[in-house]
C-alpha cells in the first residue's frame, strides 16, 4: 500500500459567533470508500476513516459471521486505488466454502421475489447468547468506562466528529479503542483489535459514544461481551435483542446517571462486585 492517508483535513470556514464572523480553520475527519473483497468478489462497501485497515477486516469478518476464528483468514492485503480502499481477504479452504455458500444462497436469480427474504433474514439473524456470562460491572464502573473512554478519543478531540468502540475490563480500564466516522465501522475495528490481540469478549463490557441499534448488539455479541454501555439511546428492537441475547445494555450515560434497559442483575449498586 501507498503512504497512509491522513484521518484529518484542515479546511477553512466562515465562523458566525456572538461576537461577530470571521474565517477560521477547523479541522475535520476524512472518510472514503472502504471495500470488502472476498475470493476476489467484492462483499460490502463501507464509508469508513482511512485507518486500522487490518483491524477493520478481521472484525468486519468476525461480527458478520464470515469467520469464525482469526485463524480461518490466510491473508488480508490492503490496496490504495486513489478513489478507495480495497481490502483482500483470502479465506482458507473451509470459510471460504461456507461464504461461498452463503454469497450464492443471499444472491438468488434476477428477478426473483425471494431473494428479498433472504437478505431479510441475514440482516435479522439470530444474535449470539451471551447470557452465561457471570461478568458484573458496579455502577462506577460503568460511568468510569465512559469517562476513560473520552480520554482516548484522539480523532474526535480534533474534529468533534467521529465515534469510538472501547473495551473495558474491570480493575484495568478501558485496554484498547478504535474511532470511525461510522459507528458500527469503529466496533469492528475494536472487534478486529480485540482479536488480533487475543483479549477474550466476555472478560469485558463495550463501550460506544453512538445510538445503540440491533447491528451493535449483534456485534457486541459476536464479539462475545455480556455488556454495552452506551452514550446514547437505544432502540426498540435493540433492546429485545440484548435481551434475547441475555446481554445488559446500559445507555444514556451522563456523568454519573445511566439506564439499565436489560439484564439489570449484572449491575451492582453500592459496593463494586466483579464477577468473572
Same mark, same amino acid.
Given at each position: 500500500m501507498?503512504?497512509?492517508?491522513?484521518?484529518?483535513? #484542515?479546511?477553512?470556514?466562515?465562523?458566525?459567533?456572538?461576537?461577530?464572523t470571521a474565517a477560521a480553520n477547523r479541522m475535520v475527519p476524512e472518510e472514503t470508500p472502504v471495500?470488502?473483497? =472476498?475470493?476476489?468478489?467484492?462483499?460490502?462497501?463501507?464509508?469508513?476513516?482511512?485507518?486500522? =485497515?487490518?483491524?477493520f477486516a478481521l472484525g468486519f469478518s468476525l461480527t458478520e459471521g464470515i469467520i469464525a476464528a482469526p485463524d480461518e483468514i490466510e491473508a488480508i492485503e490492503v490496496?490504495?486505488?486513489g478513489a478507495g480502499?480495497?481490502? #483482500?481477504? !483470502?479465506l482458507k479452504d473451509q470459510a471460504n466454502t461456507r461464504f461461498e455458500a452463503r454469497r450464492r444462497?443471499?444472491?438468488?436469480?434476477?428477478?426473483?421475489?425471494?431473494?428479498?427474504?433472504?437478505s431479510i433474514e441475514e440482516a435479522m439473524r439470530s444474535?449470539?447468547?451471551?447470557?452465561?456470562? !457471570?461478568?458484573?460491572l458496579g455502577a462506577n464502573d460503568i460511568t468510569r468506562s465512559v469517562k476513560l473512554l473520552s480520554k482516548m478519543q484522539p480523532l474526535h478531540?480534533?474534529?468533534?466528529?467521529?465515534?469510538?468502540?472501547?473495551?473495558?475490563?474491570?480493575?484495568?480500564?478501558?485496554?484498547?479503542?478504535?474511532?470511525?466516522?461510522?459507528?458500527?465501522?469503529a466496533l469492528d475495528k475494536l472487534a478486529?483489535?480485540?482479536?488480533?490481540?487475543?483479549?477474550?469478549?466476555?472478560?469485558?463490557? +463495550?463501550? &460506544?459514544?453512538?445510538?445503540?441499534?440491533?447491528?451493535? +448488539?449483534?456485534?457486541?455479541?459476536?464479539?462475545?461481551?455480556? =455488556?454495552?454501555?452506551? &452514550?446514547s439511546a437505544p432502540t426498540a428492537l435493540a433492546i429485545r435483542t440484548a435481551q434475547e441475547a441475555g446481554m445488559t445494555l446500559v445507555a444514556l450515560v451522563r456523568g454519573d446517571d445511566f439506564d439499565v434497559f436489560t439484564q439489570p442483575d449484572r449491575v451492582v449498586f453500592g459496593v463494586t462486585q466483579h464477577v468473572a
Open positions: 501507498s503512504a497512509p492517508r491522513k484521518a484529518t483535513t #484542515q479546511i477553512s470556514r466562515l465562523a458566525h459567533r456572538a461576537s461577530g471495500a470488502f473483497s =472476498f475470493a476476489g468478489t467484492t462483499h460490502a462497501v463501507m464509508m469508513a476513516s482511512p485507518a486500522d =485497515f487490518e483491524d490496496e490504495d486505488l480502499i480495497d481490502i #483482500q481477504i !483470502r444462497r443471499l444472491a438468488g436469480p434476477v428477478g426473483c421475489g425471494l431473494c428479498g427474504i433472504e444474535v449470539d447468547a451471551v447470557g452465561a456470562s !457471570r461478568l458484573t478531540s480534533e474534529t468533534g466528529a467521529v465515534h469510538a468502540a472501547g473495551f473495558y475490563i474491570p480493575g484495568k480500564g478501558v485496554v484498547m479503542a478504535r474511532e470511525d466516522v461510522g459507528r458500527h465501522n478486529g483489535a480485540l482479536a488480533k490481540a487475543g483479549v477474550d469478549g466476555a472478560s469485558g463490557a +463495550v463501550i &460506544v459514544t453512538s445510538r445503540v441499534s440491533v447491528e451493535m +448488539v449483534q456485534k457486541t455479541a459476536a464479539i462475545g461481551s455480556a =455488556f454495552i454501555i452506551a &452514550v
